[in-house]
């Protein structure tokens, strides 16, 4: 497997490492008040989707600052592995872990990219990812190194922005995401600014070029994949089992 540093080589990997490289320390809760307190729902639907059982093991893929990390382990006695391509987002990670000594030997953090898992074949029993498929070259070929490790009838879910299907609704998140988000993360930082700016683009530009992710994830070797709008569609939690005969 090649090193990490020799596999970030397009420009969209290493401007989303730059753009959340100096966010960590506040982007929970940044990220819980720029949604108006719906991206913590969106993750809590993301739990109810992977339906965590005790005593599994679970790989969350993207994991930042180890929300769903530490949710998942809270839900159940399981095991849970986050995983990220930011060491900052990781050491954050980290150190909330080291204030939880009750998740102590079931949580861990590991430095890794989505595309490239140093794991064997249906090696999990579930696997999470959040805000992943934007950030990556081939979102198909990244969900079938997902499907990859996860066994056969092993649970899958995510959580995505989406962008309100109804024309009215619609041009109200176009303007918040347009003109709101640079504003009110222009009043933290630049760095916050920066992403305000990115983000409505950014999401625009993901569902014109997959603008059926169900359809994604059945490619990649998924079955009774669902997929939940919450929030009006502002946000998306999509949810399936892994094939009985593998990613395709």
């Not at 005790?54 to 839900?75: E, N, P």
Request: aromatic share 8%; hydrophobic share 45%.
């Amino acid at each position: 497997m090649p090193a990490l540093a020799d596999t970030l080589t397009s420009s969209r990997k290493r401007h989303a490492l730059e753009l959340f490289a100096g966010l960590p320390r506040e982007y929970d809760r940044m990220g819980a008040i720029l949604s108006f307190g719906q991206d913590p729902r969106w993750r809590r639907a993301l739990i109810d989707a992977v339906a965590p059982a005790s005593g599994a093991r679970i790989l969350d893929v993207a994991c930042g600052t180890g929300l769903v990390s530490f949710a998942l382990a809270c839900r159940a006695q399981c095991h849970v592995l986050g995983l990220d391509q930011s060491e900052q987002m990781l050491t954050r990670a980290r150190t909330q872990l080291a204030n939880s000594p009750q998740l102590a030997g079931r949580v861990q953090f590991i430095r890794g990219e989505a595309e490239r898992l140093a794991f064997a074949d249906a090696t999990f029993d579930a696997l999470t990812f959040t805000y992943l498929l934007r950030y990556v070259d081939d979102p198909l070929l990244t969900m079938r190194e997902l499907a990859r490790v996860l066994r056969p009838g092993g649970r899958i879910a995510m959580v995505e922005f989406g962008v309100p299907p109804v024309a009215p609704l619609r041009a109200l998140w176009r303007a918040y995401t347009r003109v709101g988000l640079p504003l009110l993360g222009r009043l933290v930082s630049p760095a916050w600014r920066e992403v305000g700016s990115f983000l409505g683009p950014n999401i625009e530009g993901f569902h014109r070029r997959q603008p059926d992710l169900p359809a994604l994830w059945r490619a990649a070797g998924l079955r009774d994949v669902r997929m939940r709008r919450l929030s009006f569609g502002a946000g998306l939690v999509l949810s399936g089992v892994r094939d009985g005969a593998g990613a395709a």
